[in-house]
């Protein structure tokens, strides 16, 4: 950690470090509706995005459609999920109503789309038995195909809906529909609707294409993103690159770590730095994925069977260059590796 004597400093580097915490949020895939597959439902309620509802609806193309309270303060590029962002709209949502209570979740939400279909999602699994719920990395990064982020969305508090309860109801233009059920031959008393009292998203290193940030870094080789209980800290070893000491054809590696939360080694993996006649190139690589810890018993299982939960952020790898001039510039992609 930081000496007490020691004050944040300013370089230039090409990574950036971002965390956003959602106050509520539940996902729910849709079954039988021939254009939305999934809603999903935030709650923000901070000073930097402001107070209200966002609704996505996840439509059979693959493209998402979200729907946001007027005056929430949220950039499209934090949305392009699945294959990619489809419409992006200031809308009316009403009712908007969800609470996370110690025996189950109570949801009510509507709001009309954008072709005139009026849509509605009640959800009240409460049943008076207090549940317990664990922390985990939701496998949304898996469907993106052309990501501009390696987006980490941390489900803290999280939970499947119980079929005790209320029956969940759903309405799509008029017509009812039905929450898809719990993968596989047993229900375990569950839904295929998920929700999380407190996540995270921490986002790596978006896309970019123009000058070299300045970044302020609290510690030598260290970036951190959030406070408290909310923060994200990334670190590189043997320390951070000097790209402008690195000589034509010359390479340097080593090793980072992110943590996230209070996990220290949230994902792990390697950078390379090889200099160029104008500048470097640079790769960042995933090596080590999520692991598991603290999780109740059929959790432990879903992600023990299920791999993609774990191993999913190991597909990711991050390209740039850097040009030497004045000011300095970056180009910088992702790309999936399988």
């Known amino acids: ?9 300013a370089v230039r580097g090409p990574f950036t470090l971002e965390v956003t915490r959602i106050a509520r949020l539940v996902v729910c895939d849709v079954a039988g509706d021939p254009t939305y597959a999934a809603i999903e439902v935030q709650v923000f309620d901070d000073d930097a995005r402001g107070a209200g509802f966002v609704v996505l609806l996840g439509r059979g193309d693959g493209l998402v459609d979200v729907y ?11 949305y392009r999920i699945g294959r990619g962002l489809g419409r992006w709209l200031e809308a009316p949502i009403d009712p908007a109503r969800f609470e996370i209570d110690p025996d189950g979740v109570a949801l009510h939400v509507g709001l009309t789309d954008a072709e005139g279909r009026a849509i509605e999602l009640a959800i009240d699994d409460r049943d008076g038995r207090a549940r317990r719920r664990g922390d985990l990395l939701a496998p949304m990064g898996s469907t993106i195909e052309a990501p501009v982020s390696l987006m980490l969305v941390y489900m803290r508090g999280f939970d499947f809906v119980r079929t005790s309860g209320v029956r969940p109801r759903v309405t799509i233009g008029g017509h009812a529909r039905a ?27 978006r896309a970019c294409d123009g000058p070299l940030e300045r970044l302020v870094l609290d510690e030598p080789a260290t970036l951190r993103a959030g406070a408290g209980a909310d923060a994200a800290v990334l670190r590189l070893s043997p320390g951070w690159p000097d790209l402008a000491a690195v000589s034509p054809g010359e390479r340097r590696d080593g090793e980072w770590v992110l943590g996230v939360a209070d996990v220290e080694r949230f994902l792990a993996g390697t950078w390379t730095v090889t200099g160029t006649d104008d500048g470097a190139a640079l790769e960042l690589a995933v090596t080590r994925g999520w692991t598991p810890r603290g999780l109740p018993p059929l959790y432990r299982f ?28 970056l180009r910088s992609r992702w790309e999936r590796t399988r």
């Open 302 to 329: 879903v992600t023990a069977v299920g791999k993609v939960f774990r191993e999913w952020p190991t597909t990711y790898r991050w390209r740039a260059s850097v040009r030497r001039a004045e000011p300095p510039t």
């Open 1 to 9: 950690m930081s000496d007490a004597n020691e004050t944040p400093r």
């Open 68 to 78: 946001r309270q007027p005056g929430l303060r949220l950039e499209p590029d934090a």
């Open 179 to 205: 929450l898809a059920p719990f993968p596989g031959p047993l229900s375990f008393g569950r839904l295929y609707a998920r929700y999380a009292s407190a996540p995270l998203i921490v986002t790596l290193n």
